[in-house]
């Protein structure tokens, strides 16, 4: 039997270090966000390329390039939201007072461009990886969409953990489109489906005279289901995990633009000892 160790801590590796780069760089200020994303959007489009290759390759480096490939284009489309440039066509607040369906709406409004986005880009990857036989890469994709859109519901609906920090400041409005509550109806309807989903992956694993390559692209699409329950569960437990990825969350405290830095006074007054400091 193959061991687990080997791809899950691959997939480990990439899902934490790829996460925690893309919040570092839409934490960076502004201005460097068209080299960041222009740059990150070259090695989405070769990654797009080489996945439609690596779709076609059935050996274990195969398995493991067209899942790095999915990440990289998954991740494409996070920091394109997080930077500000693939939202949708509100940009404000929810309305004051703003209840269901209105309430809906307008949330929608503020992410559709990025789901369409999404929509679109997973129409290509099953375009590239129809009739293949390396699937990889296409699941991993559709596994982090499927899970994001389930965290994104959750959030609208209310869970513990709304995640503040990972949001940049020109995207601080989507909190106004949150609810904090300790549970909401559907979280435990993607806890469950997401285990069920996972136990299900485990047990073809586990199926004596199973080819590694076979193997090892179960366990990347195994790790990544759970890391997604995972987060899910961090959702609605009094837990800061933001902790995982604190090092790259120091960009917030980085210099921002000049135009963003207080104003130093006009004429210079000795400040009474109460008035020292920033405040």
């Given at each position: 039997?193959?061991?687990?160790?080997?791809?899950?801590?691959?997939?480990?590796?990439?899902?934490?270090?790829?996460?925690?780069?893309i919040?570092?760089?839409?934490?960076?200020?502004?201005?460097?966000?068209?080299?960041?994303?222009?740059?990150?959007?070259?090695?989405?489009t070769?990654?797009?390329?080489?996945?439609?290759?690596?779709?076609?390759?059935?050996?274990?480096?195969?398995?493991?390039?067209?899942?790095?490939?999915?990440?990289?284009?998954?991740?494409?489309?996070?920091?394109a939201?997080?930077?500000?440039?693939?939202?949708?066509?509100?940009?404000?607040?929810?309305?004051?007072?703003?209840?269901?369906?209105?309430?809906?709406?307008?949330?929608?409004?503020?992410?559709?461009?990025?789901e369409?986005?999404?929509?679109?880009?997973?129409?290509?990857?099953?375009?590239?990886?129809?009739?293949t036989?390396?699937?990889?890469?296409?699941?991993?994709?559709?596994?982090?969409?499927?899970?994001?859109?389930?965290?994104?519901?959750?959030?609208?609906?209310?869970?513990?953990?709304?995640?503040?920090?990972?949001?940049?400041?020109?995207?601080?409005?989507?909190l106004?489109?949150?609810?904090?509550?300790?549970?909401?109806w559907?979280?435990?309807?993607?806890?469950?489906?997401?285990?069920?989903?996972?136990?299900?992956?485990?047990?073809?694993?586990?199926?004596?005279?199973?080819?590694?390559?076979?193997?090892?692209?179960l366990?990347?699409?195994?790790?990544?289901?759970?890391?997604?329950?995972?987060?899910?569960?961090?959702?609605?437990?009094?837990?800061?995990f933001?902790?995982?990825?604190?090092?790259?969350?120091?960009?917030?405290?980085?210099?921002?633009?000049?135009?963003?830095?207080p104003?130093?006074p006009?004429?210079?007054?000795?400040?009474?000892?109460?008035?020292?400091?920033?405040?």
């Amino acid at each position: 039997m193959p061991t687990w160790l080997t791809p899950a801590a691959y997939c480990l590796f990439v899902w934490w270090f790829s996460t925690g780069l893309i919040v570092f760089l839409n934490n960076l200020p502004p201005r460097t966000f068209p080299w960041s994303f222009g740059g990150f959007s070259v090695v989405a489009t070769i990654s797009l390329y080489r996945l439609a290759e690596s779709s076609h390759d059935i050996s274990l480096t195969g398995a493991y390039a067209a899942f790095t490939y999915g990440v990289l284009v998954w991740g494409w489309h996070e920091m394109a939201f997080f930077m500000g440039f693939l939202t949708g066509t509100r940009t404000t607040a929810c309305s004051a007072g703003a209840q269901g369906w209105r309430r809906f709406r307008q949330a929608v409004q503020a992410c559709i461009h990025h789901e369409l986005a999404i929509l679109a880009t997973g129409m290509g990857v099953l375009w590239a990886c129809w009739g293949t036989p390396n699937q990889v890469g296409l699941w991993t994709f559709m596994v982090l969409w499927g899970m994001r859109l389930s965290a994104k519901l959750n959030v609208y609906l209310g869970v513990l953990n709304l995640g503040e920090a990972f949001l940049p400041a020109h995207l601080t409005y989507l909190l106004s489109f949150m609810a904090r509550r300790r549970m909401n109806w559907l979280m435990p309807v993607s806890l469950g489906g997401g285990l069920l989903a996972t136990a299900c992956l485990m047990r073809v694993a586990s199926m004596p005279g199973i080819m590694p390559v076979a193997f090892a692209s179960l366990v990347f699409i195994i790790t990544m289901l759970a890391l997604a329950v995972l987060e899910h569960a961090l959702l609605v437990l009094p837990l800061p995990f933001t902790a995982l990825w604190g090092w790259w969350l120091r960009a917030k405290s980085l210099p921002c633009d000049t135009q963003q830095r207080p104003r130093a006074p006009a004429r210079r007054v000795p400040p009474e000892p109460a008035q020292i400091g920033w405040p």
